[in-house]
């Protein structure tokens, strides 16, 4: 079992839609948690940190379920601009960050 | 923000021959940089972590001959691809790391990645 796993999609979603994915992760002892975006040919980039609480940042909201060893990511009125990968990434009990192959998101008009 | 970059950022080399790429952070002093690989649909893959003044830590699996790293300085660390094959060929990413807080993660910076193609 790899130790972040991602639905690789891809999630084809309509303008405007509101979009969710999941990311699991094995290490129950895992500290933190990100998601980041990244377009095609390009580096990462941080979308956000995922706290326990959950947050929320503009039409992007954050979960995270220990219980369950998964965080999330929801879209909401998404946006042509909002097509890219969504990696997820995994700050383990090492200190070692442990990076999701990534999910795909296409936003059609 | 923090700014790192990268050159080349693209590259097309014959086989066994050796590859260097450079990464700097532009405006703040790294005292840790990561090097990572990243296949076509596949996650990021840490290499190793370059630390400045000293040697490099490399991840299980990778090989520390074919892959050298040096962090002569607080601005710059290279890698360099040596007798590089078409299995090789990848999306090699940078990050500096800011501050000492790498658990906070938004003090680590990407570059904008070289993408190596071995013929």
């Known amino acids: 079992r790899k130790e972040v796993e991602q639905d690789p999609g891809p999630f084809n979603v309509p303008e405007g839609a509101t979009v969710a994915f999941n990311c699991t992760y094995s290490n129950s002892a895992s500290q933190s948690f990100f998601w980041y975006r990244q377009d095609c040919r390009k580096e990462p980039k941080l979308l956000m940190s995922v706290y326990s609480s959950g947050n929320e940042d503009g039409r992007f909201t954050a979960q995270l379920n220990r219980a369950s060893q998964y965080i999330s990511l929801l879209i909401r009125d998404s946006k042509l601009s909002d097509s890219a990968t969504y990696l997820c990434?995994?700050?383990?009990?090492?200190?070692?960050?442990?990076w999701g192959a990534g999910t795909k998101l296409i936003i059609k008009p | 923000g923090a700014v790192v970059s990268q050159h080349p950022s693209r590259v097309i080399c014959k086989s066994g021959t050796s590859v260097k790429i450079e990464c700097r952070s532009l405006?703040?002093?790294?005292?840790?940089m990561f090097w990572y690989r990243q296949f076509p649909k596949q996650s990021l893959m840490l290499m190793a972590t370059?630390?400045?003044?000293?040697?490099?830590?490399?991840e299980q699996g990778v090989e520390k001959d074919k892959f050298l790293i040096n962090h002569a300085s607080l601005t710059l660390s290279t890698l360099t691809v040596t007798s590089a094959h078409p299995e090789d060929s990848s999306f090699y990413i940078c990050s500096a790391n800011r501050g000492r807080r790498l658990a906070g993660l938004d003090t680590q910076y990407f570059g904008p990645g070289t993408r190596l193609t071995v013929l």
């Open positions: 990434v995994v700050l383990d009990s090492n200190y070692q960050l442990i």
């Open positions: 370059s630390n400045e003044g000293s040697k490099a830590t490399y």
């Open positions: 405006d703040f002093q790294a005292t840790t």
